[in-house]
């Protein structure tokens, strides 16, 4: 019995322990996760405006540019998985993983190659540990993207889409990210950046349905050069930005989660310690009235 309670105390200081680390990585999410909230959406009226500009430029220039012509038969498609370096958030990773699948398994239904991209290691770990192809990988700053490490993504995308199929390029470029829809809502979408898909005749609210006339300098061509790298380049930010709002709001609510989880086994283990001690007890007063009484019937 005495071996029984000593467990019990020392399984209820291990969950205590526990339930230290799981608050104070709580509080940390809570604390980052509005800086990160702030950031995405500083990014999103830059990335409107360019969306803006390339679809103008696109539209009334009448060019066809590698990043905006769509292939009639499409081959190779690149799927990029968007996911965290680490866990303790939750079904974040999963959710996308899962999202990124639906996508491949529609692709195949309809004769494409996926390529698979990913960033992240729990997106890592999931195709290795299948057996699956991994064009190329990015890690170690899904909680705290910078805008260099939105460059390189962007970039390997674009030159693998301007090379051709056979080549070992693709035809299309699709992303599976997280938006954060609110603290308790985090959605997986599949988007398509490339080739762009320019909208002709939508205009926003409270504009007139005009069409304006653009004169480009130096050239369309020399315009939509610059331009297009750059908006590649601001989608895969505002994904990343997305995403990282997104995991650290569900690294919160999971540690939350696991909290409240610890302080209810604490407190069975502390009715349990109670109850194993009242036996102890009980049981060594039985023991004393007992000797005790076999003494008195000696004499």
């Known amino acids: 019995m005495a071996a029984n309670l ?23 999410a809570s604390s980052r996760i509005i800086k990160a909230q702030q950031a995405a ?68 239904d309809e004769g494409k190659e996926p390529v698979r991209y990913v960033t992240g290691r729990k997106g890592v770990a999931h195709l290795k540990f299948r057996g699956l192809d991994l064009e190329a990988s990015w890690e170690g700053f899904s909680d705290a993207p910078t805008y260099e490490d939105a460059v390189d993504i962007a970039d390997r995308l674009a030159e693998d889409f301007l090379a051709s199929s056979a080549n070992g390029g693709v035809d299309e470029i699709w992303v599976v990210y997280t938006r954060m829809e609110s603290m308790i809502s985090q959605v997986p979408r599949a988007r398509r950046i490339l080739p762009i898909e320019i909208v002709e005749g939508v205009t926003a609210p409270g504009e007139h349905d005009m069409t304006p006339i653009y004169s480009f300098e130096p050239n369309p061509e020399k315009v939509l050069d610059e331009l297009l790298p750059l908006y590649v380049r601001s989608r895969i930010w505002f994904y990343l930005q997305q995403c990282a709002a997104s995991q650290l709001a569900s690294q919160q609510r999971a540690m939350q989660s696991a909290t409240d989880n610890a302080q209810q086994l604490i407190e069975s283990l502390t009715r349990e310690t109670n109850q194993a001690r009242q036996a102890v007890i009980t049981q060594e007063i039985s023991e004393i009235v007992s000797g005790a009484g076999a003494l008195a019937d000696s004499k």
């Open 6 to 28: 000593r467990e019990l105390r020392e399984r209820r200081k291990s969950v205590q322990a526990t339930q230290k680390i799981t608050k104070a990585m709580e509080l940390i």
């Open 41 to 108: 959406a500083r990014a999103l009226p830059y990335t409107r405006e360019l969306n803006r500009a390339v679809s103008a430029v696109a539209t009334y220039s009448h060019l066809e540019h590698p990043l905006t012509k769509a292939y009639d038969k499409v081959s190779r498609v690149a799927v990029l998985y968007m996911t965290s370096d680490r866990g303790l958030n939750g079904a974040y990773s999963a959710n996308a993983i899962k999202a990124a699948d639906q996508l491949i398994k529609r692709l195949r």
